[in-house]
């Protein structure tokens, strides 16, 4: 949970989606990125998130591991802000942005690694600030496949960072009864491998789980992957059986390990 790292990343995204944002015509900005919303409401999404952060209201929902409950507080949110004039829309991205993040600068670093319930499990409270990177990363992919514009692969390494750790508390309590390491390397992003320990419930950069001075065995199983393909099939956007299928996703050593971490993984 590096504090100032984290805080890069909310403020990066933020600019990214406001620069895609102010690109497009009267029609792109009523075009379906996802089912029943179009690029305004991803707008009011973001803005609706950045508000009730602000306000505390936002809290009962983040501060619990229950997606369907915050995708019915989405659905009562996001109209609140979508159908308001575009200029609007990327003024709230603007200031309410500023204000988020102001906010986020007063927490304290030792609370950004502070366990607490979180969407993803009990996880450290800095994962819930991080999370609106990855979200604003996920959410303008979404609207430039909607356009017909190609996945970045720039800017990357927040997002599957943010994956990697929260797939600790998530995706590796999922698997309670399980055994073996499973490694991840991403290509196109300067982030070391990382291995999690199915059995011992843990994870990070290789070397981080035994310390540097322990020999290292090899993981039971490794994946292989570009990172901008990870993120998005860790949201179930494109699937990691198809990515494997087309040669994108290398699977080396226990395949059965590597499809069950695989179809576990899942972070929305």
Do not use: C
Not at 118 to 132: C, E, M
Not at 186 to 201: H, K, Q, S, T
Request: hydrophobic fraction near 45%.
């Amino acid at each position: 949970m590096n504090k100032p790292e984290i805080l890069r990343a909310v403020a990066g995204e933020r600019r990214n989606l406001i620069a895609l944002l102010r690109t497009l015509d009267a029609e792109q900005w009523e075009i379906e990125v996802l089912p029943g919303w179009r690029p305004r409401e991803v707008a009011a999404h973001v803005i609706r998130l950045d508000i009730t952060s602000l306000t505390g209201s936002l809290l009962p929902i983040a501060f619990r591991n229950n997606m369907a409950r915050l995708e019915r507080w989405n659905d009562d949110q996001v109209p609140k802000w979508a159908n308001r004039p575009t200029a609007d829309l990327l003024t709230g991205l603007d200031r309410w942005g500023r204000r988020f993040l102001r906010l986020a600068r007063t927490v304290p670093a030792p609370a950004y690694r502070l366990r607490v319930p979180t969407l993803w499990g009990k996880a450290p409270a800095g994962l819930l600030i991080w999370s609106r990177a990855f979200d604003e990363w996920v959410h303008r992919h979404d609207i430039r496949r909607a356009l017909g514009m190609p996945d970045e692969e720039v800017d990357v390494a927040p997002a599957a960072e943010f994956v990697l750790t929260a797939a600790i508390s998530e995706t590796v309590a999922k698997m309670a009864g399980q055994r073996g390491r499973v490694a991840i390397s991403l290509e196109g992003v300067r982030l070391p491998e990382w291995e999690f320990d199915i059995e011992a419930g843990r994870g990070g950069p290789v070397g981080s789980l035994d310390g540097e001075a322990t020999p290292h065995d090899e993981p039971d199983a490794r994946l292989t992957l570009p990172a901008h393909s990870f993120v998005i099939a860790a949201t179930g956007r494109d699937s990691f059986e198809d990515l494997r299928s087309d040669g994108t996703l290398k699977v080396e050593g226990d395949e059965a390990l590597a499809e069950s971490f695989l179809s576990k993984l899942r972070i929305v």
